[in-house]
């Protein structure tokens, strides 16, 4: 059905050739940024956030921006309608005669779900509550390729807060996809992965170990997934305080990891990595939220139809 007007809600709404449609064009585009400065031109992104973000909005504005688009929006729900008791359908239905795609961040999970139901143009989730974060699982994916040239046959290590934590849920369901990927997932046992993920993995008949200890099986790794403990999503502060700081990576637990392994974060970090591993050669983090802003600009290329028109144009 191709790509164009398609929305992106969760991390599955994409089967793996257009997922590596997308990656591919990311991989073209890193190598080559100005061939394709103008391949947005005149096309607006809104950017609604209603919930803080630092990386993933900004990487999104400067992809539209590095594609030669423009950029409407707000960073936070007090400076938009909504605390003025606008419902999210009006809003969206307001947006979509304002822009050509609507990039949105919400903290009640299936918020993005119900935009696209009512928007004309299509819809990115940002990430929805602790539900899910589709386009850090871009990201997530073409710094796997691009430092181990392939998502194939991958020992996955997701540690810390595996519970709230929508990146390590959206990333677990689409690597897994890919041949041979199994998980160690390593946190205290009141952050463990969610069942219903566990379910998927089972169902899928992917393999994977619960561990309390991070560095227990870390000589078996290709990836490591740092996360923080998601202070927000938390009932009761004491509870987050005693979590916080259970599991930090630092160079002595580095000491049986792969000379390869690859150690990502979707960032902020807060203690979980300490600074010591940023000089570590395994280290990826900041090169990860460099990969984010092309993920991005080839998935807001293809959901707007603009690759193909140039490619159209190319070969006549
Ligand atoms: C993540 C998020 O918002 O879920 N950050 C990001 O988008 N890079 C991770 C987090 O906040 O811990």
Redesign the pocket.
Known sequence: MGLQNRNLISTLDFSIDEQDEILTLAEKMMSAPKEYGHLLGGRIMASLFFEP?T??RLSFESAILRLGGQVIGFSEAGSSSAVKGESLSDTIRMVTQYADIIVMRHPKEGAANIAATVSGVPVINA?DGGHE?PT?TLTDLLTIRSLKKHTDNLVVGCCGDLKF???VHSLVKNISRYNGVSFVFASPDELRIPQFLRTFLDSSGVKYIETDRMDENIAEMDVLYM??V?RERFFNEEDYIRLKDLFILDLNKLKHAKDDMCILH???RVNEIAYEVDNDRRAAYFYQAGCGVYARMALMAKLLGAVQREEQKWTL
């Open positions: 973000s990386r993933t990430g974060h850090q934590g929508r990146t996360t923080r998601q979707p960032l902020p």
